[in-house]
């Protein structure tokens, strides 16, 4: 199946073994534009319009993300379902998302990857901090125990290589961890 799969589709197919237990398309579009970000050396700075240019053909825009998620699924290479709160999660078997990740593995991307997946799961972490104990706790506390996975695996890269992205997380949801006993 990997081989049938034009270049963008295979490179998005690599990319998405960076995430443990699902995704959300969110994330697999904050995903596709940071790489993307990070093949122009702008890591959060607004593209030139030659790079611009240049980088549409290169790598998929937001929508193009949609539409090679949309394929990969009808490939059978993701697994699609709708959440209570209308979103879609997606997720890989997990044969092939080892499969994934030892394509990704051949290539040099893995760090940077692995980088802008602590910092996605930081800044969703601190976004539901100020929520865990108000009106909305319910709503965040489920949508942080279906990110958990991920969770233990932006964290476990921080601890090795950037100890204060580890602090952050583990500091935001510290509410979450002791509410649902994963300690």
């Known amino acids: 199946s990997y081989d049938l799969l034009d270049e963008d589709e295979k490179d998005l197919f690599r990319r998405l073994a960076i995430f443990a237990g699902g995704f959300s398309v969110e994330a697999a579009e904050f995903l596709s534009e940071s790489v993307a970000n990070l093949k122009f050396g702008k890591a959060d700075c607004e593209l030139k319009s030659e790079q611009q240019a240049s980088l549409q053909s ?3 825009n937001p929508q193009s993300t949609l539409d090679l ?3 990969l699924i009808d490939k059978n290479l993701l697994v699609s379902k709708e959440q209570t709160d209308n979103n879609v999660r997606l997720r890989m078997l997990e044969i092939v998302r080892e499969f994934a ?3 990704l593995g051949k290539l040099d991307e893995i ?16 976004e539901a901090e100020p929520f865990l104990q108000g009106e909305e706790a319910n709503k965040w506390l489920e949508k942080l125990e279906t990110e958990n996975d991920n969770f233990r695996a932006a964290l476990g890269w921080s601890l090795e290589y950037e100890a204060q992205t580890a602090v952050r997380i ?6 979450f961890w002791t509410n649902h006993t994963h300690y």
């Open 58 to 60: 290169v790598f998929p």
């Open 111 to 126: 760090d940077d990857l692995r980088q802008i997946h602590a910092h996605y799961f930081l800044e969703l972490a601190e």
């Open 101 to 103: 990740f030892e394509m």
């Open 69 to 71: 998620l949309s394929s």
């Open 170 to 175: 583990t500091a935001a949801l510290r509410f």
